[in-house]
């Protein structure tokens, strides 16, 4: 099982999707490869935001991913693309070339328990209280989307 988790600019929330659920997922005994990327190439190769390295960090998570856009291969190499907001979701679904392709599009907040919430914010204009939002939020996603996964 291959994932990208996709958000705007690979530096925020796609980042620490991938490390939290590569952490919470290896912990569960899956063999699964996750990765992250942009809808936009606006900080193609640089690390993760320094204040959600910071933020994942004092939560036990190491975001070590650098940033990229997605690409066209993409959705062939990945069982499922999962966007981090509804703009992202309607731009992978732009991208898919095929109807098999769209529908390895997902948004996070499918995986959400709590269901007041339907996107995954961006933290980047904000405080560290958004960054702990964030984290909150995708580590209640990772772990219903481990569950999503061990039930295929």
Request: charged share 30%; net charge negative; hydrophobic share 35%.
């Amino acid at each position: 099982m291959k994932i990208l988790f996709v958000c705007l600019g690979n530096i925020c929330r796609s980042p620490a999707a991938e490390g939290i659920f590569s952490k919470k997922a290896h912990e569960a005994g899956l063999t699964v490869t996750a990765d992250s990327a942009g809808t936009s190439a606006w900080h193609a190769g640089e690390k993760a935001d320094r204040r959600m390295r910071q933020t994942a960090k004092n939560r036990g998570y190491e975001l070590t991913s650098i940033s990229r856009p997605v690409v066209s291969s993409d959705f062939d190499v990945f069982d499922y693309l999962i966007a981090m907001d509804d703009k992202n979701y309607d731009d992978l679904r732009q991208k898919a070339e095929t109807t098999a392709q769209m529908n390895k599009v997902l948004r996070m907040r499918d995986f959400f328990s709590d269901k007041r919430y339907d996107h995954v914010p961006d933290p980047y204009y904000g405080g560290t209280q958004g960054f702990e939002m964030v984290i909150d939020l995708l580590e209640d996603a990772s772990d219903n989307l481990i569950k999503f996964i061990q039930k295929q």
